[in-house]
């Protein structure tokens, strides 16, 4: 079973909107770590945010922040006025207590201008 | 300063050839890992690497070799290159044991067999 799903393989976005890239994991580990990269057309790999399982309150970066919902075991991330600099595939992963990192299939998100 | 730094960023071979990608990081980092991005973007762990403990991923073949000189360094070795050995490869490094246990990636190689 896939540990990390990204139901949207592709999205689009107004440039200044916001979007929200959908993300749900699956693990019984009391303990872990999401986390959100970003792939430019370059192909680096950018971190962006962080949420602990144990984080009471959402992670938020500048102009990122991640909707975790520990029930539903989702963390979309949600990035908020669009810029054309942002089209980018963005991958989810998570890392369950010491081990290594399961990425997500990624979400390729285009902004429109 | 680049954090980790991998070269080279394309590399371009023929079958049965024996080629190496070296990997360098500047962060203190006491963990490495290489990773492999197929042509569907799809990551995947190969190895990690914590000081003197390899961890290998049991579905790498044994063609793929790292090499650690020190924990600043984690070179990846492949002999006899195959067709489907085509990816980008991604070396990254984190601080093991800290909270959060960010990976930080490299600008990966590009690797194409001919």
């Known amino acids: 079973a896939q540990k990390i799903t990204q139901t949207q393989p592709g999205m689009f976005v107004q440039e200044k909107e916001a979007v929200t890239l959908d993300c749900t994991y699956d693990t019984s580990d009391p303990s872990y770590g999401l986390f959100w990269y970003k792939q430019p057309s370059s192909g680096e790999m950018i971190f962006l945010i962080y949420q602990g399982s144990y984080d009471q309150q959402n992670a938020t970066e500048g102009r990122y922040s991640l909707n975790f919902q520990k029930a539903r075991k989702s963390a979309n991330l949600v990035i908020s006025a669009s810029q054309l600099g942002d089209s980018a595939m963005y991958f989810c992963?998570?890392?369950?207590?010491?081990?290594?990192?399961?990425f997500g299939p990624g979400t390729r998100l285009s902004v429109l201008p | 300063d680049t954090a980790v730094s991998q070269t080279p960023k394309y590399l371009v071979t023929q079958m049965g050839n024996d080629k190496s990608i070296k990997c360098e990081q500047n962060l203190g980092h006491d963990t490495m890992y290489w990773y492999k991005q197929d042509s569907k973007k799809f990551l995947k762990i190969m190895f990690s690497y914590n000081n003197k403990e390899l961890i290998i991923n049991e579905t790498v073949p044994n063609r793929f070799s790292p090499k650690s000189p020190d924990k600043a360094h984690l070179n990846l070795h492949i002999n006899s290159l195959e067709l489907g050995d085509s990816a980008v490869y991604f070396c990254?490094?984190?601080?093991?044991?800290?909270?959060?246990?960010?990976?930080?990636f490299g600008a990966g190689t590009r690797l194409s067999v001919l």
């Open positions: 990254a490094s984190s601080q093991r044991g800290g909270a959060k246990n960010i990976q930080y």
């Open positions: 992963a998570m890392r369950e207590g010491g081990q290594n990192f399961v």
